[in-house]
């Protein structure tokens, strides 16, 4: 078992930045990539990025390529995702994803989620 929690939402003015943290716990060497995923309301789950166990960066969204930047710290078990020039598009509920095998940018292909934390980009 694998647990995954977000922290680090919350509200911004556009143009503003924010960092994401996800920080696993259980069985952590059963993990081989970690990724960022987001939801509008009314709207369909978007993979942003991910980075598999060895350090590789599989993709990143084209909404975010540039902006975000995903990155992890392997001594704390934590991935992050720095968001700069933040967009009030960018509001959404932000989910952390890990699994045992690759990153995916089909969402149910993930193995194990966090329970989201939630982004406001207004002014």
């Known amino acids: 078992q694998v647990q995954l929690v977000e922290s680090g939402g919350g509200w911004v003015q556009p143009g503003g930045s924010l960092r994401l943290s996800c920080a696993a716990s259980g069985n952590i060497f059963s993990i081989d990539a970690m990724g960022w995923y987001r939801q509008a309301p009314g709207k369909e789950r978007e993979a942003l990025a991910c980075?598999?166990?060895?350090?590789?960066?599989?993709y990143y969204a084209d909404s975010v390529r540039g902006r975000f930047i995903i990155s992890k710290d392997n001594a704390k078990n934590t991935v992050y995702l720095q968001m700069n020039r933040l967009l009030p598009e960018d509001t959404a509920v932000y989910y952390c994803?890990?699994?045992?095998?690759?990153?995916?940018?089909?969402?149910?292909?993930?193995?194990?989620w966090g329970r989201g934390t939630s982004v406001t980009v207004s002014s």
């Open positions: 994803a890990a699994d045992s095998v690759m990153c995916e940018r089909d969402y149910y292909s993930m193995g194990y």
């Open positions: 980075v598999s166990g060895s350090g590789s960066i599989f």
